[in-house]
């Protein structure tokens, strides 16, 4: 039996981390579970999986707690995270909450040793030094949960002493990968939400559509396999079965194939290095015929210039690209930025920012923050 925290319990990760809990009641007891604002659903949550700690983020209180979850301590506010990550007993710690604000749970989740199961990418992104250097002394290993990092991860396992040479990093290219560039720069936030495989958070939908996800995934697997961005190749396959690979020196390449379900990596990282039923069967080859790959059209999508940009640059680069992203990506979804505006704010706020410094964690805040006022 493990114990399981997960931050951001009421997300798509999250319910979908709660799915397997639910499948393996033997194997996992939950012990916290976080949300910012979706008290209904939290609730809901607290009620079948009984932890001992729950927390609301944003305008919660005491009062609205129904009386038959009085069995479990609610917080409130920013020190939800803390107590949930650090605080409350847990073998993992699923941070399952989107955005830089991630960052912190991570941070103080590695701090107090706990296992941490990241799907939250943007901590990475931001304070990927900060972070690997945290998990190293604490001796406790990051187990990846996005799709093709899970797979880079179990490529590697299957490595043994070898190393990769090169990491192919697989993108389904989003809705708009045949679109003409015009049609593009107007597409609405409807548009940008229908994503042809993954069904996924309204964020990370949006930067699927914009390529910035795979923009934030290079920094991820910089930070995550130690290889510098020109090792680590986009290679569009809109089929999304192929989940991402490693080349070796010999010319071999090893990748991980499945159905295009979060239940997979997400079960991995819960029960790895053992696998468990998930609930999702392989792929269906005779039906899907064939795969296909294409090489990412960087002038449809300038994210991953921009993101090879700033991992170069170094200091806060990738905390202003994602800070901007952020923002930018807010404002389309309120409708208020045509979609074509997103890339250009980012770079925009790149130049404007260039040559800030990230080596700690104020530093850090401070970067997102004024690259989110551009
Ligand atoms: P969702 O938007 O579906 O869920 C986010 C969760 O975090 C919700 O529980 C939300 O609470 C909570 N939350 C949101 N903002 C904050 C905040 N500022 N402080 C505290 N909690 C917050 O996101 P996803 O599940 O899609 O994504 C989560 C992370 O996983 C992201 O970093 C994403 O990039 C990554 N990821 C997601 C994949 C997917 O398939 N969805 C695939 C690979 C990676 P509330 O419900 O109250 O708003
Ligand atoms: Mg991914």
Redesign the pocket.
């Known amino acids: 039996m493990k114990t399981i925290s997960i931050l951001g319990s009421t997300g798509s990760i999250g319910k979908q981390a709660l799915e397997i809990c639910r499948l393996h009641p033997d194997r996992y007891r939950v012990t916290a579970l976080t949300a910012r604002a979706s008290r209904e659903t939290l609730f809901e949550q607290v009620r079948e999986f009984r932890p001992e700690m729950a927390g609301l983020t944003e305008g919660f209180e005491a009062s609205e707690i129904p009386a038959d979850l009085s069995f479990c301590r609610f917080v409130g506010g920013r020190e939800a995270l803390r107590a949930a990550a650090a605080e409350v007993p847990a073998d993992m710690v699923l941070v399952s909450i989107v955005g830089i604000a991630g960052l912190a749970g991570v941070m103080d989740a590695l701090g107090a040793g706990r296992q941490v199961l990241l799907a939250n ?1 943007e901590a990475l992104v931001t304070g990927g030094h900060l972070v690997t250097d945290l998990a190293r002394k604490a001796g406790k290993p990051l187990l990846p949960v ?4 899970s797979a880079i991860f179990q490529c590697l396992q299957a490595a043994g002493p070898n190393p990769a040479e090169r990491i192919l990093l697989t993108a389904s290219g989003g809705p708009f990968r045949t679109w003409d560039p015009e049609r593009i720069r107007r597409a609405t936030p409807a548009e940008a939400l229908r994503h042809p495989n993954w069904s996924m958070g309204a964020k990370i939908t949006v930067d699927s559509a914009s390529m910035f ?1 795979k923009g934030l ?1 290079i920094m991820e697997a910089r930070w995550l396999f130690d290889l510098p961005e020109d090792r680590i190749q986009v290679l569009v396959h809109p089929e999304s079965i192929v989940h991402s690979g490693i080349v070796f020196r010999d010319g071999a390449v090893l990748a991980q194939l499945g159905q295009p379900d979060m239940r997979v990596p997400i079960g991995y990282a819960m029960s790895y290095p053992e696998r468990l039923e998930t609930g999702v069967a392989a792929p269906d080859f005779f039906a899907l015929g064939r795969l296909t790959f294409e090489e990412p059209d960087e002038k449809k999508f300038p994210a991953l210039r921009l993101a090879r940009a700033a991992l170069r640059a170094g200091g806060a680069a990738c905390t202003v690209f994602n800070g901007a992203n952020e923002a930018a990506v807010a404002a389309f979804l309120r409708e208020e930025i045509p979609f074509g505006e997103i890339a250009l704010r980012v770079e925009r706020a790149l130049d404007r920012l260039a040559g800030l410094r990230a080596d700690s964690l104020e530093e850090i805040w401070e970067a997102d923050r004024l690259a989110r006022r551009i």
């Not at 996005?146 to 990092?149: A, I, P, R, T």
């Open positions: 990418k996005d799709s093709e990092h996800n995934e």
